[in-house]
């Protein structure tokens, strides 16, 4: 290895590891899940134009179980394409059958994909529930939101809000 080289390796080192986090986080969202009506989806598959909002719950979660009806009104502000929603739900596989009526019943009515083996839950780093990403439409995360108390859906939504205003 030249001086050159060994020069440069070292000042772009510091570089690779701040960037890795996000280039993992968007071959993440690559990972086929089974969405509760049967099909495989990639979170790259789901995403908007503009913003992606992907929601980490499971139905035992009394913090998401208060949260999904804020997002599912909130998705309702955003219904065209430029901000899509997705749920992500982590319930363990004995827990899956669950799912689909807790969604029908909760009337989440974006799509909602099963992590019931926490393949991307753990690609994620995810460790609390519910976790919220706010994604830009090349899947870099924007934004993280660990937990819910009442009214973090006005967070949410200025946060949305202010990544669709710094795109114009």
């Known amino acids: 290895m030249t ?4 020069h440069l390796a070292l000042c772009l080192s510091p570089l690779f590891l701040l960037l890795s986090p996000s280039l993992q986080a968007q071959s993440s969202f690559q990972i086929s899940l089974k969405e509760i ?3 495989y989806m990639t979170i790259n598959d789901l995403k908007g134009t ?3 909002v992907v929601d980490f719950w499971a139905t035992w979660c009394k913090p998401c179980v208060k949260s999904i009806p804020k997002l599912v009104e909130l998705s309702h502000q ?10 992500i739900n982590v319930d363990s596989p004995r827990n899956t059958s669950k799912v689909r009526p807790f969604a029908k019943s909760r009337q989440i009515d974006y ?17 609390v529930l519910p976790t919220l990403f706010i994604l830009d439409s090349e899947g870099k995360v924007l934004y993280t939101h660990e937990g819910y108390s009442t009214g973090d859906e006005k967070v949410f939504k200025a946060k949305i809000q202010e990544f669709l205003h710094s795109n114009e």
């Open 3 to 6: 001086k050159l080289h060994l």
């Open 37 to 39: 009506n049967g099909d």
């Open 50 to 52: 503009q913003l992606t």
């Open 111 to 127: 799509p909602v994909l099963l992590d019931s083996d926490q393949e991307l839950f753990s690609e994620l780093l995810v460790s």
């Open 78 to 87: 955003y219904e065209g394409n430029e901000v899509a929603f997705v749920g």
